[in-house]
């Protein structure tokens, strides 16, 4: 498998700033994703981080609140801009497709972020 | 209806007690199946993969996929404390939205009484 890091680890942010959040993986992988997971709740998908091109969105989130960049295969991040309270989450980077091994169709999470902004 | 429904619990089990966790799903497209154990503060951490339908076993977890029935199940043998998490099913094929990616249920929680 896949072993992923994430950093910063946790952070408590103040109202109208943003936290880039960083994703190295071990290995290379064609995937990458980041996904929000609020207190008590599973896991929404946020976007689809595409190496060097404009990420893909999902329903309900836009690229001036989450850009994301992916300049290679094994590092992205996600930036969370002119945050809010509602903001505060969960927010765990997630691979698939390692290029070595035979787990290419399995899809792997990192220890996440966890964001609190007052 | 949710593409993918799971009974949130809370699931309370004496150790060494068979634990049965399950998930229905309504898209007959879906192929690849798998259970997430997620700790108090952690990440997912994928236990079973399975493509398609059949049995797994790894140790004390065996992954069943029933296709017909569109319903899957994770069973865990001899539990132990250490298994109290909450476990989330997910499952992956061309989704009701025409896009490919994972489905997640809402996921069990899972109490394991010393």
């Known amino acids: 498998s896949a072993v992923i890091s994430q950093k910063p680890s946790r952070d408590i942010c103040q109202r109208g700033t943003s936290l880039t959040i960083q994703c190295q993986v071990d290995s290379q992988v064609t995937m990458m994703f980041w996904y929000r997971q609020q207190p008590g709740q599973s896991l929404t998908l946020i976007a689809t981080?595409?190496?060097?091109?404009?990420?893909?969105?999902e329903s309900g989130f836009v690229i001036d609140k989450f850009p994301i960049s992916r300049p290679n295969l094994t590092f992205s991040t996600l930036t969370v801009s002119n945050m809010s309270p509602e903001d505060s989450s969960i927010y765990l980077c997630s691979v698939e497709g390692l290029l070595t091994g035979d787990t290419y169709n399995e899809q792997f999470f990192g220890p996440g972020t966890r964001l609190t902004v007052l | 209806q949710k593409e993918v429904e799971q009974d949130p619990g809370p699931l309370s089990v004496p150790e060494g007690a068979i634990v049965s966790l399950n998930c229905t799903y309504s898209n007959s497209a879906f192929q690849y199946f798998m259970w997430y154990r997620q700790y108090s503060r952690k990440g997912p951490e994928l236990l079973m993969y399975t493509y398609s339908s059949g049995n797994k076993e790894d140790g004390r977890f065996t992954a069943q996929v029933d296709k017909s029935s569109k319903y899957i199940s994770l069973f865990i043998r001899d539990s132990q404390p250490s298994d109290s998490a909450t476990y989330l099913c997910?499952?992956?094929?061309?989704?009701?939205?025409?896009?490919?990616?994972?489905?997640f249920g809402s996921g069990t929680r899972l109490l394991v009484r010393p």
């Open positions: 981080a595409n190496q060097g091109s404009e990420a893909t969105y």
């Open positions: 997910a499952m992956k094929g061309k989704g009701m939205d025409s896009s490919y990616k994972l489905i």
